[in-house]
């Protein structure tokens, strides 16, 4: 196989990675019909090509191939950095995660591939020669990974969007942790089962946007977070305990994770949950985070009565992240211990709650709300 042929069949089976991890999206931004519209027009178009370059890949293909993927490129870079305006649910800018970075690797890898071909042609150079074998194995290895990171891709609330532009859980799985939105906020309320389709209606206030939100973002998460159900993989991965084990639940937190602007994402949560009462470590929560720092009054309303971020300002902690005190009457903490920057954050129990799946521990666990408000416990869809 010459340099040329070899460089545009690695193109064709990049393209056809791309088109696959495209295709496997379309169902998670089944909300948007535009959306929907434009992830199979582009998941056909870079299938189609790559086939017809692993077929007949001469130069008027190459050029072909060259405007897809030169276009797929631009479109992703346009989500990715203000949004695709006339495109619902890829009209607002989104952070980068695992299956469009792959797609947009395979894509980029595919126009890199065509340009060199195509200079190749031009110029007559000899060069190394790559075995296609090899090349479809790596490639299929990654468009599985992308295809599976797909089905759990997180986009924003509300309308896809959160308010600062950071990732929050959008997404529809089926009975065993479905978000089934029920339209009709008035209707009998059902407690919340993760082994059933979730079904928040019922809450007075809440807009059929809000229930919407909240649901997916439960669904994500019941779907992502059993990655982490061992301590000990957790602990491999960035987490460490804050000490509290022996009250019966457990935090891990993730420092990175806390900071890295991405929020509401089993993938990468800044804090676990597990129930210790029995001996073990068993995994029942997600503490979602928001950037440290961030005011509470700054948290985004994605669930409105559904959902209430608290902070945690009377806990101090020792130079290993462990809670070794608590605030004196003065707000202060005793010598040697420090308190955090106050950061907002909430529940997502993997299991039913007597004050629904947003519950915090004890209320609010010695922490603070948004003043003004009152504590939230959702006795409609708790345990």
């Not at 995660?97 to 195509?118: C, F, M, N, Y």
Request: glycine share 14%; with cysteine; net charge negative.
């Amino acid at each position: 196989m010459s340099t040329t042929t070899g460089l545009v069949w690695l193109a064709g089976l990049t393209s056809l990675g791309a088109g696959a991890i495209h295709a496997a999206a379309i169902g998670v931004h089944s909300e948007h019909r535009s959306a929907v519209v434009a992830f199979t027009a582009v998941a056909a178009l870079q299938l189609a090509w790559g086939v017809l370059a692993l077929i007949r890949g001469n130069r008027l293909v190459a050029v072909l191939g060259l405007l897809i993927g030169t276009g797929a490129l631009a479109g992703w870079a346009l989500a990715k950095v203000s949004g695709i305006p006339f495109v619902a649910g890829l009209d607002e800018a989104e952070p980068i995660q695992t299956a469009d970075g792959l797609a947009a690797g395979l894509a980029l890898t595919s126009v890199l591939a065509l340009g060199v071909a195509l200079w190749t042609w031009r110029s007559a150079r000899p060069g190394l020669r790559a075995p296609l074998p090899l090349m479809a194995v790596g490639v299929s290895a990654l468009t599985v990974f992308g295809m599976v990171t797909a089905g759990s891709h997180a986009h924003a609330a509300g309308d896809g969007h959160g308010s600062d532009g950071t990732v929050a859980a959008d997404h529809h799985a089926d009975g065993t942790g479905t978000a089934d939105h029920v339209e009709d906020a008035s209707a009998a309320t059902v407690p919340y089962d993760p082994t059933k389709p979730i079904d928040l209606s019922g809450v007075e206030g809440v807009t059929p946007e809000q229930q919407a939100a909240a649901e997916n973002i439960i669904a994500v998460t019941l779907h992502g977070l059993p990655q982490w159900a061992d301590p000990t993989y957790a602990e491999a991965n960035g987490f460490h305990s804050i000490g509290d084990g022996f009250t019966g639940t457990e935090h891990l937190v993730n420092e990175a994770n806390m900071d890295d602007g991405v929020i509401l994402d089993p993938d990468v949560p800044e804090s676990l949950v597990y129930d210790t009462s029995g001996g073990g470590r068993r995994l029942v929560a997600a503490m979602y985070m928001l950037k440290r720092g961030t005011p509470l009054e700054q948290a985004p309303d994605l669930g409105g009565n559904l959902m209430q971020w608290h902070t945690h300002d009377n806990l101090c902690y020792d130079a290993e992240g462990k809670v070794r005190g608590i605030t004196d009457a003065s707000g202060a903490c005793p010598a040697g211990l420090v308190k955090p920057v106050e950061t907002p954050m909430i529940h997502v129990w993997l299991e039913p709650h007597p004050c629904g799946p947003f519950a915090a521990l004890e209320g609010i666990a010695g922490g603070r709300i948004p003043d003004g408000e009152e504590v939230l416990c959702d006795h409609a869809h708790g345990d």
